[in-house]
């Protein structure tokens, strides 16, 4: 069971970047599937999850409108578009899978705690 995250890098302010988390080991399909952040000396921070079987798609409403996460489910893999993205976007990414259905079960969507399987993370630095 595993998460890869990928295609974070450099970015203009403006600019956009779609990140990808494929899964091995199981459906993305069948579980909620996060994302989060972390900057340098602050905590992890939610932005986005999408609910197992398409239950629906959450945002933090610091990114709602330039954010949108989705789900390819023959590549096995889970998208999150950043648009007109900001130097306050500046951090490491990380996707997480909720495989114990924590989140099926009380639809708490933002809370670390409630995923058990994580990505390694992948830069995003926004600068000029």
């Known amino acids: 069971v595993q998460l890869q995250a990928s295609g974070g890098g450099l970015a203009r302010p403006g600019e956009s970047l779609r990140l990808s988390c494929t899964a091995s080991?199981?459906?993305?399909?069948?579980?909620?599937i996060g994302w989060f952040r972390q900057a340098p000396g602050k905590e992890r921070y939610w932005l986005s999850s999408i609910a197992a079987r398409s239950l629906g798609e959450y945002y933090s409403n610091s990114v709602r409108g330039r954010f949108s996460i989705s789900r390819d489910s023959a590549k096995n893999t889970v998208y999150l578009q950043m648009n007109n993205l900001e130097p306050g976007d500046t951090a490491i990414y990380f996707c997480?899978?909720?495989?114990?259905?924590?989140?099926?079960?009380?639809?708490?969507?933002?809370?670390?705690?409630?995923?058990?399987?994580w990505g390694q993370g992948t830069q995003v630095t926004v600068s000029s």
């Open positions: 080991g199981f459906t993305v399909k069948d579980y909620a």
């Open positions: 997480a899978a909720d495989l114990s259905l924590l989140t099926y079960s009380n639809g708490i969507y933002y809370q670390p705690g409630q995923y058990d399987t």
